[in-house]
């Protein structure tokens, strides 16, 4: 089997090099675009993490491919509809990182909740104002997390431990889970009501696009947090930017934006015929990170020692049953 990885560093190189010794494997240090798909040629998978597009278009020149192995929980990179007419299967990586992506989560609640970023940011200025750094407790306080899956149990989990009430709200209901846990299911309209925090963990699909918009964060407790280390599309930036100018989010912890990938393009986009949108996106990104109630991280909550090793384990998993004619963390 000819298996092509896509946005591979050295180390990952090595270690998938000595786990594959049946296969032919190529490695791309960048991800699959339209300079890169001669890289491809060929290929009967190829492995890719998020920054890896899969259009039909690009799928269309790849007529050997048979699997496409996303090293991510998340496929919405993946146009999975080409893939089902094309007959191309598509394997994730499931069950990698729910602690890791939690513990992270509460990285982002706690440098907004104890002002972490602004007391650094003080402390390199050569100056100190205890009054504007003064947070809050979490004990007491209600979190709401949006999409109770795998991450969003690990979530609330913590959160019982930091003595947090939880409410949860998710389209699976597990009366069990809910009564072990000690949180309660709610209705997406309750847990903005209610909530100090709100903690997105869903997956990105149509039904969920901009699931937080103007009318959602008009129904926000004022000043709430508001955290999102699942998918950027879920929240319309333009709405938590007024929410925020506005007072009515009181801070965003965010792992992931819409457009992120344009942070690493606006100066090829500078040049691009027809990118004034995406030029508007890009500027929007950098107006909000550059918010002093707006904590950041590069789609970064997944990336632990741990994590990235399960997450090569699983892909190595993936491509032994494809080998062996097993269907396994198939979405296609």
Known sequence: MKIVFFEIKDWE??????????AETS????PLDDAQLAA????????????SKLTAERLSKLPSLKIIATRSTGFDHIDVDACRSRGVAVA???T?????????TFALILMLSRK??????????????LAVLTGFDLQGKTIGVIGAGRI????????RGFGMRVLAADVHRDPFLAELLAFEYADTARILEESDIVTLHCPMTAATHHLLGRAQFAKVKRGALLINTARGGLVDTDALMEALDSGQLGGAGLDVLEGEELIKEERQLLSEPGSGEKL?????????LERDNVVFTPHNAFNSREALVRILDTTVANLEAQRDGILLNRVV
Request: aromatic share 10%; glycine share 8%; net charge positive.
């Open 116 to 129: 972490v970023h602004q007391s650094y940011m003080q402390m390199r200025a050569g100056h100190l104002d």
């Open 27 to 30: 490695f791309v240090a960048g």
């Open 96 to 104: 990698y990182g729910e602690n890791t992506v939690a513990e992270h």
């Open 13 to 22: 190189r090595e270690y998938l090099a000595r786990k594959l010794p049946w």
């Open 40 to 51: 491809a040629a060929g290929a009967e998978c190829v492995s890719v993490f998020i920054y």
């Open 92 to 94: 994730n990586v499931p």
């Open 280 to 288: 508007r996106t890009a500027l929007r990104t950098r107006l909000l």
């Open 152 to 159: 969003g149990l690990h979530v609330i989990r913590i959160a």
